[in-house]
C-alpha cells in the first residue's frame, strides 16, 4: 500500500529572550532555521511571528490560519525547503543516507539596507539565507558512537554496515509522520545477510538507534552480547530481544578503518506481534486479561534465568514486556535506567529492582483498569 509523504517533523526547538531556532526533518534532510527578534523586527512578517512567539493579541486582520509561532516559521520557509529537500521519505533508503544527510542552516533577515535581498525577498520584507551552503550530518536525532570507545566486552558482536540497512517503518502506517521515524522495521539486505553467515536472509528485522544514548547503549550492547554468547535462546522459554549485530558506519579520512568506525544503533530479530499483539501499552494486549497470569509466570521465569547468569533487566515496565502473534510474552530493552512507576529508584538496575517491577507490572499496574498509557 503506497504512504503517502510524511510532512515536516519537528526535532527540536526553542525560544529565548532574543531569538528562537528549530530543527526540522522532511525526508532524509534537515533544516536548522535561525530567526534573531533584531534582524525581523520592523517588518511585516517579524512583527507577525514576534507577536505569535510573544503571545500578543493578532492584529485585525491578520491571517489566523497558521496561528502557532512553529508552524508560522516553518510555512515562511516551506517554499524554499521544498526546493532544497529533493527526497520526500526516508522510507527505502539506507541507513547510511541518515548517517550522511544534508543539513541546511537558513536565518531570516529583513531585506532593510540589503539591494540584493530585496530581489530575492517576498512581500513581507524578509529573505532567508543559508541555500546555498550543505553540510552532510546525522539526521534524525542519530547520534552516531565512535566504536573505539564502546566496552571491550562488545568486541566480538558481529557488526553490519549501515549501507545494508533498509528503512522500512512505514508500512501500513495510516499517519504518514509516523514513516519520519527510524527506529522500528528494517530490511537486511540479502548480501549482507548472507556475509553475516545468513541471518535474516528474507525476513524484516528492527532497528534501534543509539540517539546519544551512551551508557545506557553500551549496556544494551553488552547484555544482548552476554544472552547471546550464553545461547540462552536455545531454551524456548528465554524470549529476550535477540541480537542480529551493531549497526556501523564509516566517515570520510585517511584514518584506520577501526578508529573511523562509528555504531549508528542495534540490529534486533523482529517480534511478530500481530493484530492482537504489542506491548502491555496496547489496548489489544491490555483486553486479554484471561492471559496476566500466563504471562506473569514467563516474565518472572525469564527474569530468573537472567539473575542466575549474573545479568539485570533494569527497566521493568509496561512498554518492555512484548506479546508475539502466538500469545508469547518477551521481555525486551536492557538499555538501563528505570521508570519510578515501577521500580524505585533507589533499586534502579538491580535485582531486587527487576523484581520489584515485575510485581508491580503484574500486582498493580495491570491490576488497576483504566490502564496508564505512558
Excluded at 168 to 193: F, M, S
Excluded at 207 to 235: N, T
Amino acid at each position: 500500500m503506497a504512504v503517502a509523504a510524511p510532512l515536516f517533523a519537528v526535532q527540536s526547538g526553542y525560544t529565548i529572550e532574543d531569538s528562537s531556532q528549530m530543527t526540522v526533518a522532511y525526508g532524509p534532510t534537515t533544516f536548522i532555521i535561525s530567526v534573531r527578534f533584531e534582524d525581523i523586527e520592523g517588518t511585516v512578517w517579524g512583527t507577525r511571528y514576534l507577536q505569535r512567539v510573544r503571545k500578543e493579541p493578532l492584529d485585525p486582520g491578520d491571517d489566523g490560519a497558521v496561528s502557532d509561532a512553529s508552524d508560522f516559521l516553518i510555512s515562511r520557509c516551506k517554499p524554499l525547503m521544498l526546493g532544497l529537500a529533493t527526497v520526500p521519505s526516508i522510507q527505502g533508503l539506507a541507513i547510511e543516507a541518515i548517517c550522511h544527510s544534508p543539513t541546511y542552516r537558513l536565518r531570516l533577515l529583513s531585506i532593510t539596507g540589503d539591494v540584493e535581498a530585496q530581489v530575492l525577498a517576498g512581500s513581507d520584507g524578509i529573505h532567508i539565507t543559508g541555500s546555498k551552503d550543505c553540510t552532510y550530518e546525522p539526521s534524525h536525532n542519530l547520534f552516531p558512537l565512535p566504536i573505539s570507545e564502546l566496552p571491550a566486552s562488545c568486541a566480538a558482536i558481529p557488526r553490519i554496515p549501515a549501507s545494508h540497512v533498509r528503512l522500512a517503518t512505514a508500512e501500513g502506517r495510516a499517519d504518514p509522520r509516523e514513516a519520519a521515524n527510524i527506529q522500528g522495521k528494517v530490511v537486511l539486505r540479502a548480501a549482507a545477510a548472507e556475509e553475516e553467515g545468513g541471518s535474516g536472509v528474507g525476513r524484516a528485522m528492527y532497528f534501534k538507534p543509539s540517539f546519544g544514548r551512551g551508557s545506557q547503549f553500551e549496556r544494551e550492547a553488552q547484555i544482548l552480547g552476554r544472552i547471546a554468547e550464553l545461547i540462552l535462546h536455545d531454551d524456548e522459554a528465554n524470549r529476550f530481544s535477540r541480537l542480529v549485530g551493531l549497526v556501523t558506519t564509516s566517515s570520510s579520512g585517511e584514518e584506520e578503518q577501526t578508529q573511523k568506525m562509528a555504531v549508528v544503533g542495534i540490529l534486533l530479530h523482529l517480534i511478530p506481534t500481530g493484530p492482537n499483539g504489542g506491548d502491555f501499552l496496547s489496548a489489544s494486549v491490555q483486553a486479554r486479561k484471561d492471559m496476566f497470569e500466563t504471562w506473569r509466570i514467563e516474565v518472572e521465569g525469564m527474569v530468573r534465568v537472567l539473575h542466575e547468569h549474573g545479568l539485570v533487566w533494569g527497566d521493568v515496565n509496561a512498554g518492555n514486556v512484548v506479546i508475539d502473534e502466538e500469545g508469547r510474552a518477551w521481555v525486551i530493552d536492557f538499555g538501563g535506567s528505570n521508570n519510578a512507576e515501577f521500580v524505585d529508584d533507589e533499586l534502579a538496575e538491580t535485582k531486587e529492582g527487576d523484581r520489584q517491577g515485575v510485581g508491580r507490572l503484574f500486582g498493580v499496574w495491570l491490576g488497576d483498569p483504566p490502564y496508564h498509557s505512558s
